[in-house]
């Protein structure tokens, strides 16, 4: 097992402000309305088609997080996933649409959660009047990529991008196609029409609304709180606002300032998300500690073996999401 200096921890903690966007990912770069959107890869290399993007951890985790941002009124076009896409809003109002042509929508405020399933196109707008901020959750540690809806690579092309198979996206106005280029064929029209489509009502039940949430009793995790904290099972097998089966559990805690939870280790990687407030989180391994303070939009990794220590600190309520891979991950040890 390795050993876990201060400096290698900081390493783990991404802060916000620290996050570097790419806004070349993707194949529909320079289409107008989709043209200013930002791809985040925060942890593993997510599904992004440029070679420009920085992946800030590219280490195994079981998933991948990322995030995307966007100002008003921008699109993320129509496109499908192999794995399971979770969405956590940060900030900003999102229309989900879904279906071939976007023909069904959902409207998503901060604090909603929604896990998209495979084989399903879907793209998303920020339809607030501010720069809007989601996180993205995809399973496994090699996503297989994104498919795009056959219009998407139509109107690409329209204004100079296409998608090679060795290079990602080129763009053919900074440069002509290599002699060795070799594109990506879009999917056909027929083959889009097979992909799965969902009423409203269906693709609500995969949504867990931020003012709809119900706290669990007898959770494992639960045996050593402190202050005013409630745990939330957004995505898990049991007592979950989302049935699991995305290969990743998805965990909320709420609290005010003063609650928490005791030292705990997990032999599984566990990813920290804060959404709101503030979070102290004291680490120890091997006897070397240290502590760090997230802030909202802050990612810490938290690898296997190392205690945590959990506390709401400052003076707002806070959120705290715990990714942690596999459907039934192995309950805390708990550290006297």
Not at 5 to 13: D, F, H, L, N
Not at 26 to 35: A, E, N, Q, V, Y
Not at 247 to 258: C, W, Y
Not at 328 to 335: C, E, K, N, S, V
């Amino acid at each position: 097992m390795a050993d876990y200096t201060p400096e290698t921890m900081r390493q783990r903690w991404i802060q916000r402000q620290e996050m570097i966007p790419c806004k070349s990912a993707f194949i529909d770069t320079h289409t107008p309305g989709s043209h200013l959107k930002e791809n985040f890869s925060i942890i593993g290399p997510g599904v992004t088609e440029s070679a420009e993007q920085v992946v800030h951890l590219r280490e195994h985790h079981g998933f991948n997080i990322g995030a995307a941002g966007q100002p008003p009124r921008i699109k993320n076009s129509l496109h499908s996933h192999f794995t399971a896409e979770v969405f956590m809003i940060h900030s900003g109002t999102w229309d989900l649409y879904w279906g071939l042509h976007g023909e069904h929508h959902a409207t998503l405020e901060p604090g909603d959660v929604i896990s998209i399933p495979v084989h399903c196109f879907r793209g998303f707008e920020n339809i607030g009047d501010e720069y809007g901020f989601l996180f993205a959750v995809l399973g496994g540690d090699d996503t297989g990529g994104v498919e795009w809806a056959p219009q998407v690579f139509e109107a690409a092309e329209d204004h100079g991008l296409v998608l090679l198979e060795e290079r990602g996206v080129w763009d053919t106005r900074k440069a002509p196609l290599p002699e060795d280029a070799v594109r990506v064929t879009p999917m056909s029209w027929e083959q889009a029409r097979s992909y799965d489509n969902y009423t409203v009502e269906e693709m609500e039940a995969r949504i867990c609304r931020s003012k709809r949430l119900f706290p669990v009793q007898g959770d494992p995790l639960q045996e050593h709180e402190f202050g005013p904290i409630q745990l939330h099972r957004l995505i898990a097998p049991q007592q979950a606002a989302i049935p699991g089966g995305e290969g990743f559990t998805l965990l909320l805690s709420l609290a005010s300032p003063g609650g928490g939870r005791g030292a705990y280790q997990r032999p599984e990687k566990e990813v920290l998300i804060c959404n709101r407030g503030r979070w102290d989180v004291a680490w120890e391994h091997r006897g070397l500690r240290g502590a760090f303070e997230l802030g909202p939009g802050d990612v810490f990794s938290v690898p296997p073996g190392c205690s945590r220590r959990l506390e709401c600190v400052g003076s707002e309520a806070g959120q705290l999401y715990s990714v942690i891979a596999g459907d039934a991950p192995t309950p805390p040890i708990w550290i006297d």
